[in-house]
């Protein structure tokens, strides 16, 4: 069945008179009387009585506009729906994260961006950064905030905000109470060190930094995340160099110590693909990561 037969047979029921009807409709009288002519043939029921004087629903008639009247308004809405999700405006969003994320910009960028688009659900999933990589190759997540300086090509990123290696002591060691340290004195220490495997960048910008002291450190222990690398300092298990926004975790049992000389580091990115970027609801919350990104301090 067309639908523009519902809303003619929906029009003329309204209004009784196919003269109004039709001034409504923006047509003639004869395509509105074939027009319902067809709809009754195609029922095998009379909707309207009509003759010279007046036009008049029937039983079946009055029933069978209720329930035209409940298409015409569902199928409104699909339409509207269909133009939210294309204007950006409605829709979900897969994000991948890794756990340090949500000490840095990532909590405030999906706040702003819940804000100003409420009918978008966003869901975050914690990953590694291998594994959001992996992900978004195969189109399982629209972006991911993951630890990482260079992509592969078919990926676009926007790198986080400039974050800085600290030396994280346990509380009980002879430096934790300084108020900043030379690297070199951590010469002899164990370390606790990022697996490489998990975030190649993190690791391998530890790496660099000792390489640049001229230090070969002593790894002990390797782990898959952060939080699990300041936990087992705070464990007396060894030192590590970690990023400075784990100071908002508030670990007991460790100090996080800033080394002088450190420059800021950025190891942090939001990434995409570049394929996907013209999805409205992944370009606006792109739009607001810039925008976060750009006003941090």
């Not at 009509?50 to 039983?59: G, I």
């Not at 990532?106 to 706040?111: G, L, Q, S």
């Not at 905030?145 to 002591?169: E, G, I, M, W, Y």
Request: glycine content about 6%; overall charge positive.
């Amino acid at each position: 069945m067309k639908l523009h037969l519902l809303r003619y047979f929906v029009v003329l029921a309204e209004e009784l008179h196919f003269g109004r009807a039709a001034q409504r409709l923006a047509i003639t009288q004869p395509p509105l009387s074939s027009a319902i002519k067809a709809l009754e043939e195609e029922l095998g029921v009379r909707l309207l009585e009509r003759n010279s004087k007046q036009v008049a629903l029937t039983p079946a008639g009055a029933a069978y506009l209720a329930q035209a009247r409940l298409v015409l308004e569902r199928v409104a809405a699909a339409r509207e729906a269909a133009q939210a999700v294309a204007a950006g405006m409605r829709g979900r969003l897969e994000l991948g994260m890794t756990g340090s994320m949500v000490y840095r910009e990532v909590p405030r960028i999906v706040e702003t961006f819940g804000a100003r688009r409420p009918d978008i659900e966003v869901n975050l999933r914690e990953m590694s950064s291998a594994e959001q990589l992996e992900a978004l190759r195969h189109g399982q997540l629209h972006a991911g905030f993951l630890n990482a300086k260079a992509f592969p090509a078919a990926l676009a990123s926007l790198p986080l905000a400039d974050d800085r290696l600290v030396c994280c002591l346990p509380e009980a060691h002879p430096l934790a109470g300084e108020k900043s340290i030379d690297l070199k004195r951590l010469a002899d220490e164990n370390f606790v060190m990022f697996a490489r495997d998990v975030a190649p960048a993190n690791y391998d910008n530890v790496i660099a930094v000792f390489n640049r002291a001229g230090i070969h450190p002593r790894t002990r222990h390797a782990a898959r995340q952060w939080l699990t690398v300041v936990a087992m300092v705070a464990a007396g298990l060894g030192v590590a160099l970690v990023p400075a926004s784990l100071a908002q975790a508030g670990m007991r049992g460790a100090r996080l110590v800033p080394v002088r000389g450190l420059v800021p580091l950025t190891v942090g990115a939001l990434a995409w693909r570049k394929e996907d970027a013209g999805l409205a609801v992944l370009a606006s919350f792109v739009a607001v990561a810039r925008e976060v990104l750009a006003a941090a301090p």
